[in-house]
């Protein structure tokens, strides 16, 4: 066993056991004695949490009424997509029901760079405005604030947090950040989907799932741990999981032993792709990993057992009423 999972006292020794059982079950055979809920339940529970194309459909229009409208102003012309794309969950796919904020990019012209650059004061704090009084001329009874790196429009069903940036030579983009002064980030929101994308693939497809599992764990338990650490640290976890070519029948063991792995990166680092920018974890966390680890042991018996409602019990402690108390 992973010696990253000893100082959780007491269970290296039956979680050994159970990977030897488990083990009799690779391939598992066409009429398994033992575990025969985990692959329908988790199967269902990805299904629960998979936006309805209605959802899809209504972040789409704000989307794109959002764009066109910049682009009018920036760019004289209607198109609803030139010069952005969606970044965050939406841009990586790993968005789960019910829908959190749309967030994008919108590319600015260099022109405005350089008319800003004449302002003495937080150029980028000013900018934010500008690009709120843009979105005001047409939203005119919406909701919105623009402070941070984001400018935020708050509709009735979604919250679309607009990021007005620059186009470097490299590739990568200026943000804005309004903080001390203000000041330009660079930003590189591709290299975050392809880290995904690459360790998605290299992982059967399996972190994806992963991800909008854990999503529903972070939203049911109050998890004060942020979505794109989240991905990351679900990224490095899959890679190196003995599991990580399997299907759902190994998910109940995969979400146990990242409770594990996560418990261990309090206070640590995580890595931004693109940018190499270094991000405190912190450990405010914690105490949830771990209940949620104890948790999700204690379902994984059950589940081996075939106590099939009592593991859903356990389960729904821990995500919540989207995965099934019986399958």
């Not at 789409?60 to 997509?81: D, M, Q």
């Not at 972190?207 to 979505?227: D, E, G, M």
Request: aromatic share 14%; with cysteine; charged share 20%.
């Amino acid at each position: 066993m992973n010696a990253l999972y000893t100082s959780i006292p007491g269970l290296q020794q039956g979680l050994q056991q159970q990977m030897t059982l488990r083990d009799l079950y690779i391939p598992p055979p066409p009429v398994s004695h033992k575990w025969i809920a985990v692959r329908p339940r988790f199967e269902q529970f990805h299904r629960n949490l998979a936006l309805t194309q209605n959802q899809q459909q209504d972040a789409l229009t704000i989307y794109t009424g959002v764009v066109s409208c910049l682009n009018r102003n920036y760019y004289g012309t209607s198109s609803s997509t030139d010069n952005s794309f969606m970044v965050g969950s939406w841009g990586k796919a790993t968005a789960i029901r019910p829908p959190r904020d749309v967030d994008l990019y919108f590319v600015l012209p260099p022109a405005v760079y350089h008319r800003f650059e004449g302002n003495l004061w937080n150029r980028q704090s000013t900018l934010l405005q500008e690009v709120k009084t843009v979105l005001s001329r047409t939203y005119h009874d919406t909701d919105m604030s623009g402070d941070g790196q984001v400018v935020v429009v708050r509709f009735g069903s979604y919250a679309v947090e607009v990021v007005p940036a620059f186009l470097l030579q490299s590739g990568q983009y200026w943000i804005c950040d309004t903080h001390n002064g203000g000041s330009y980030r660079e930003a590189d929101p591709w290299a975050e989907v392809c880290h995904i994308e690459a360790a998605d693939q290299a992982t059967n497809h399996n972190l994806r799932p992963l991800i909008r599992i854990l999503k529903a764990w972070q939203a049911n338990c109050s998890v004060p741990i942020k979505s794109f650490q989240l991905e990351l640290l679900a990224a490095d976890f899959l890679g190196q999981s003995p599991w990580r070519f399997k299907d759902f029948f190994w998910f109940d063991w995969i979400i146990r032993d990242f409770f594990a792995y996560l418990y261990h990166q309090a206070n640590l680092f995580v890595v931004v792709p693109g940018t190499h920018e270094l991000i405190f974890l912190g450990d405010e966390w914690r105490s949830r990993t771990e209940t949620a680890y104890y948790r999700a042991v204690k379902a994984c018996g059950y589940e081996k057992d075939n106590l099939v409602i009592t593991a859903g019990e356990e389960w729904q402690k821990i995500f919540g009423q989207q995965i099934p108390r019986a399958v």
